[in-house]
Every structure is written in C-alpha cells, then in structure tokens.
C-alpha cells in the first residue's frame, strides 16, 4: 500500500469552492468568481490525475477512512452497526471519478462564456461546485450510506439548478418536479438499504458483498436478494430517469444548458448505472432483478427514442435521447455486461455532453431560441459548433470509429450473447439505434441544414426573445466565444477517440477485478466471432439507414415529414405528446393527491380540526370573559349588591353545614 | 341567670335590622340614605355583640361595642363632610350621578 492518496481532497475541493463563491460571490467580481469556480473544480480533476499517477493496478481497491461516523455498539458484535466516512477507490470509481472530474471541469470552463451574462453569476457557480462534491462524494463512497448522502445531494444540485431561473414559473416547478420523482426512487433505494442493515448488518460495500458472495443465485424464485435488487432498481430508475419515473428529465431542460450537459447528460443522471453496477454482486446472484433490469432498461431505450424523434425543442430532443441512452446502459446492466454499460456510460458522458454544450452553443448563436423549427442553416454561421455537433451526432448514432459505436456495439453482442441476455433485447437495442440515429440527423439537418428560418433582428439585435433568460440578442446568428468552444473541441476529440479504449475487449479486462470475468459469455465460443461481426455489420448498417432517413426526409424531401405525421394522424398525436405520460401521472396520482389534500387534508382536518379547535377555544374565552366583564361596571352598589349576595352564599352554605 | 328574653330574639332582630340596612344600601339612591342604612347595619351588628356580650358574661363584645361607635361617629363627621362637599359640587345626592371622581 502506497502512502495515504488523500483522496478526500477531492471531493473537499470543490465544496471549498462553493462555500467561498456562495458566501462572498454576491460581492466579487465576475473574473473572481469564474477563477474560484475554474480552480476548484479544475483542481479536483488534477488532484485525481495526480492519484492515477501515484496508484499502481497493485494498490486497487484502496480504501481511505476520513472521518468516524455512525458506532453503534462494539464492531463486529452482533447487531453493532457502522458507517464512517470513508472512501473507496477501484476500477470502477476510479472512471467514474475521471469522467466526473473532466468533464465537469470542461463544462465549468465552458460555462463561464455561457453564463457570463447571468446577473446570478456567482450563484451558478456555487450550485455546480456543490454537485461536483456530492457527485464525488457519491461515486467516491465506501458505504451505501455516504453514497446516499452523495445521491441526495446531486438532487438537491439538481433541483437549484433547475430552478436557477427560478422567477419563470416553468423552471421552478420543473425542479420540483425532478425533486418529488426523485423522492419516490429514493423511497425504493432506502427500503433497499435497511434491509440490506437488517440481513447483513452493515452497509460498507465490502462487508456486504463479502456476505453475500457466497450465496446461490436466486434462480429458483424471487427471494432477499432479488427484492434488495428490485428496489435498488427503483431508485435508479428516479435518478437514472427510466420508466416509469423518467418524467422528470425532459422538464428538467428547464434549466440552464451547461447543466443540462452535466447532470442531465453526463454525470448525475448516470449515478443509477453506477450504483446498480456497483451491486453487482447482489445483481448477479438475482436474475430476477437482472431481468427486471433489462426489460426497464430496454423498454426505455426504445419508448424515450420513439418521443425523440417527433420533439422540436432541440433541448427536449436531447433529454429524451439522454433517457434512450440511459435505457441502453441499464439494458446492459440488466444482462450482466456491467462494463458495456460503464463504458457506455463513460462515451455517452463525451458525446452528450457535447450535444447539450454545443446545443447551448447553438441556443447561444441565435439568441435564445430553442425551437429548431426557427434554425436551419446555421452550418455557415457557426462551424465550430457544427463541426463538434456532427462529431457528436456521429458518435451517438454508432457509426465507427466514433466512441458511441464501440460502446453500443458492445452492449448489443452482450444483449445478444450474455446467459442473461436475449435475442429480443438485441432486436429492440437494434431498432433503438436505427431511431436514435435517425432523430439524431434529423436534429443534425434542421439545426444546420437547409435556410436559416429564424426571425431577422432589428438593427439593435433585441427582437424575438421567446425565451429570454437563456437570451443575448445580438444580431444574426453568431460564433460562440473560444471558452465556449474548446471545451466543445476538447470532448469532440474524446467522441472520437474515447471509443478506442475497448477495442480488444482492453476496457473489460481493465474492469474485471471489480466485475470479475467469464459471466457474460453464454454462448459458444467458435460462433460468437463470426456472429460478433455480422451483429456488428448490422448495427453499422442500421446506423447509416437512419441517418439515411433522416436525409431523406429532411434534406431531399422536406415537404414529406409534414405527410407522414398527417398520414399517422393520431399515433403521430400521441408521441408528440410523449404518449400522455405526464397527463396519465396527472390524472392517476397527482390529481387525487392534490383533491385529497384539498378536501381532506386542507378542509378537513386542517380547518374543520386544527383551525376550528385553537378558533373555538379563543372564541370561548372571548365569550366567558364577555360576560364576566359585565361584573366590573364601575357601578358601586353592584359591587355591593356582589358583595351581599356573596355573603349570603356564603352564611346560607355555613348554616347548611352547620345543620349537617 | 334569668333571662326575660332569649337570646335568638335579640339576633334575630340584629339580622333583621343589617338586612334592612343592606336593602336600604343597594336599593335607595340618595347618599343621606345609604348613609343611614350603614348606620343600620352597624348597630344591627352592635346590638348582635352586646346579646352576646350579655348571654356569655365576656366583656369583651360590649368594648367592641364601644370601638364601632366611635369609629362610626367619625366615619359619620367625614362622611357628612365629603356629601356636603359633594351637593356643593354637584347639586345633586342621586349616587348614580356621583360615578366620577373627577368632574
């Protein structure tokens, strides 16, 4: 063991950052702030280069404990119980920890040309820098509980920065929104976690496994494991935004675009993989849960896609793919692929972050507008956007080399040939391609493509500013500024190469000591390669056929798209409306809560009971003294006439007594 | 010792005459007359001690006797002093036109 890595710095540095930028950046400069903000986070992502640097394969897992925490009772009697603050570093961790480090310090850099303007400089700021702590905090965790800690606190960045504009009443309930949805996930995550207290008295990840190791594989039926596993699922599916608690992301747009490049995309909403990858241990042993898993996962890749392709606000677009590519990584997850849908994860964060941050790029060049119904054209405006977003738009539709490619491609063979797997997974994972990289191209060709068809400017460039926060209005569509532009170039160039890393299974064997090896192969060795390759054939093949489409109906034959969706007329309806979902949520859950807050809760027990008891007792000493007041007249001989009548109260209860 | 007349007699007549006097107290309206009424219900409550002065042979009651005389007599000199003073004033001695101290 190497000497003590500090690994908490990590995490620390960033919060140190928010704590000085929340508490005195209201009252700096801009430039001071941007240097707090950018050092920080840039400081953790060095701080974690340099443990790359110092920590040999050797070291791994290794574990550091910061801080005493929970002690209850003696350690190792039974029923003592332990949390400390402590940190755990492993394979997986370790890339989680990168890409968070990275790619959050990029969108930080990027985020100062992006907000520049924002008379809530500072506050952005110290949000993003307190969702890098609780995200590393979360990844970094050596127990299930610091990692809840870190889960929660992702959603509490989540939630402010959602609601960063939070005087316009769409972003504000957006990020009540994802906070509520979250909250049921969380429901299911805690369950999960007292039992796992219960049956293994403890939380730390190692302790856990250790007992759970050598248990059978549930197969016979659905027993401890497969519940733990179910529910933890359920808490994925909050923050990982699947079915059915994905609802919450597409609104989450709401919030600024940097952020919806770095929570929404690339970090925070990949913290349900991460935690469901980090039970593999309890996964593997219920192929129930794993099942569940999959289906969840596959069943979201392709629903989220089929609302992607008929969305128009080129952010929604973006969000339902983030929730289609998140599907793909549980669908991984689900047949016991871990690494796929890690790696996934880890290409999915370069190339959807770079969507969201070149989308920003793109909102930012025509003033706000977000509807790409007013783009079009704008390749010649803005080619550095556009070159990093076709880069991006290739790696996401898996056409090789790019990063996605590799990524995907992986999933689908392990879809197709994992014990768990199932050749209906891989068809659907197919046919999910085939749509992502048409919505992909489409939104490719209506951005940049064809006549620029957003409203000319007047001469002072203050027009149409539909959405005005996100706005600066000035003139036609302009180039974003270079510290908006090399963090684009920087990310472009990991969609690229980012891929490279699992060419020969070389990511996989990098993750084994965490996922251990020989799991997902299922199928005959002498068939898989030549199949490997036709599978992969076929999924290059499908990749090309959508943005073929996508050409075809946005390019060549502009006038056709309007026919098929009037040809389609009420299924188009219905997925333009993302199947009613958020109206079914409405009228099945939220509605009857809020009728049966207002009349039971509200006018019932809270004005009929509460308010009418404290009312009723106050109005009754009003009463009371009411009358008694009447005794103090002022009047003498009342008093006197009191007096008497007190007397004689008195003398006749004395004589009755007395008779006694 | 022989007694003519029993001692119920004398307390009931004492009652009898503080009763009046209470009545006469909350009931009329003149001062003169409440005054008078208080002088009734003192000396229903003298003739009460010295009856039983008399009945148990203790001196006691009939010194107390003397007591609320005196301070009946001075109670009587001030009072009177304060209704002149006050019909001066106010021309009147109707006690529910004489609720404020201050005119």
Request: aromatic share 14%; net charge neutral; charged share 10%.
């Amino acid at each position: 063991m190497t000497s003590s890595l500090n690994l908490w710095l990590i995490p620390m540095l960033p919060l140190a950052g928010a704590a000085i930028n929340g508490l005195l950046g209201k009252k700096s400069s801009r430039t001071a702030v941007s240097v707090v903000g950018l050092f920080f986070s840039g400081a953790a992502f060095v701080w974690a280069l340099s443990v790359i640097w110092r920590i040999s394969v050797e070291d791994l897992p290794y574990r550091e404990y910061v801080a005493h925490w929970i002690r209850y009772g003696a350690i190792g009697a039974p029923g003592s119980f332990s949390a400390d603050f402590a940190l755990y570093l492993d394979q997986l961790s370790l890339i989680m920890l990168l890409v968070v480090t990275g790619v959050g310090f990029l969108i930080h850099i990027y985020s100062v040309g992006y907000m520049w303007d924002d008379p809530s400089y500072y506050r952005f700021f110290s949000y993003l820098n307190l969702f890098m702590f609780f995200m590393l905090t979360l990844v970094l965790a050596n127990n299930y509980l610091l990692m809840f800690i870190g889960w929660e606190g992702v959603g509490l960045a989540s939630y402010l920065l959602i609601g960063f504009w939070f005087t316009k009443d769409s972003a504000a309930s957006a990020g009540k929104k994802a906070f509520i949805v979250n909250r049921i996930g969380d429901f299911g995550f805690l369950i999960a976690l007292f039992l796992i207290i219960q049956n293994y008295h403890s939380l730390d990840f190692t302790k856990v496994f250790a007992q759970v190791q050598p248990v059978a594989p549930e197969t016979a039926g659905a027993g401890l494991l497969t519940t733990i596993g179910i529910l933890l699922m359920v808490g994925a599916c909050g923050k990982s935004a699947q079915i059915p608690l994905y609802v919450w992301l597409p609104d989450a747009m709401e919030g600024p675009t940097p952020v919806s490049a770095l929570i929404h995309a690339a970090t925070m909403v990949t913290a349900g993989v991460y935690m469901v990858s980090r039970s593999h241990m309890i996964f593997e042993r219920a192929p129930m849960a794993l099942m569940v898993v999959a289906i969840i996962g596959t069943l979201t890749a392709l629903f989220a896609a089929t609302i992607g392709i008929t969305q128009t606000d080129i952010k929604k677009v973006l969000a339902y793919s983030t929730v289609s590519q998140l599907g793909y990584m549980f669908m991984a997850c689900g047949v016991g692929a871990f690494s796929a849908g890690i790696f996934h994860l880890m290409t999915h964060a370069f190339f959807k972050g770079l969507l969201f941050l070149g989308a920003g790029s793109v909102i930012h060049a025509v003033s706000g507008e977000q509807d790409m119904r007013q783009m079009g054209g704008l390749k010649s405006y803005i080619p550095w956007t556009f070159g990093t977003m076709l880069i991006a738009t290739l790696a996401i539709a898996g056409i090789p080399p790019f990063a996605g490619f590799w990524s995907k491609d992986e999933i689908l063979w392990k879809a197709y040939s994992s014990s768990h797997g199932s050749h209906v997974f891989w068809l659907v994972g197919v046919i999910t391609a085939f749509i992502t990289s048409f919505y992909m191209f489409r939104l490719l060709f209506m951005t940049f493509f064809g006549d620029y068809h957003g409203i000319q400017v007047d001469d002072h460039g203050r027009a149409h500013l539909a959405h005005g926060d996100d706005a600066h209005g000035h003139g036609e569509p302009h180039e974003s500024p270079m510290v908006m532009l090399v963090p684009l170039m920087i990310l472009a160039l990991l969609s690229v190469v980012g891929g490279l890393v699992g060419i020969g299974n070389r990511f996989e064997h990098f993750l084994e000591p965490v996922f251990g090896t020989g799991f997902t192969e299922g199928t005959g060795e002498a068939a898989s390669s030549v199949m490997e390759y036709s599978l992969m054939g076929i999924s290059i093949l499908v990749a090309f056929a959508g943005a073929f489409l996508a050409w075809f109906l946005y390019i060549s034959k502009p006038y056709l798209p309007q026919k098929i969706a009037d040809g389609l007329n009420g299924f188009y309806t219905a997925v333009l409306n993302k199947y009613y979902v958020d109206e079914l949520y409405a009228k099945l859950f939220v509605k009857p809560l809020i009728d049966g807050s207002t009349s039971i809760l509200w006018q019932g027990v809270d004005r009929k009971f509460i308010d009418d008891s404290v009312n009723s007792a106050a109005d009754g000493a009003r009463t009371i003294s009411d009358n008694a007041r009447h005794m103090q007249s002022g009047n003498l001989r009342s008093y006197a006439g009191w007096i008497a009548a007190g007397s004689a109260v008195v003398i006749a209860y004395m004589i009755w007594m007395g008779v006694r | 010792m022989n007694q003519l007349v029993p001692l119920s007699y004398y307390l009931v007549l004492s009652g009898f005459l503080f009763a009046c006097g209470v009545a006469g107290f909350l009931i009329k309206r003149n001062i003169i007359t409440i005054f008078m009424s208080i002088e009734l219900m003192l000396n229903g409550v003298n003739l009460s001690f010295v009856a039983f002065a008399a009945h148990w042979h203790a001196l006691a009651g009939q010194i107390f006797v003397f007591f609320v005389m005196v301070v009946a007599a001075a109670e009587s000199a001030v009072g009177l002093a304060i209704i002149i003073a006050v019909y001066r004033t106010r021309e009147t001695l109707n006690v529910d036109q004489v609720n404020l101290l201050k005119l």
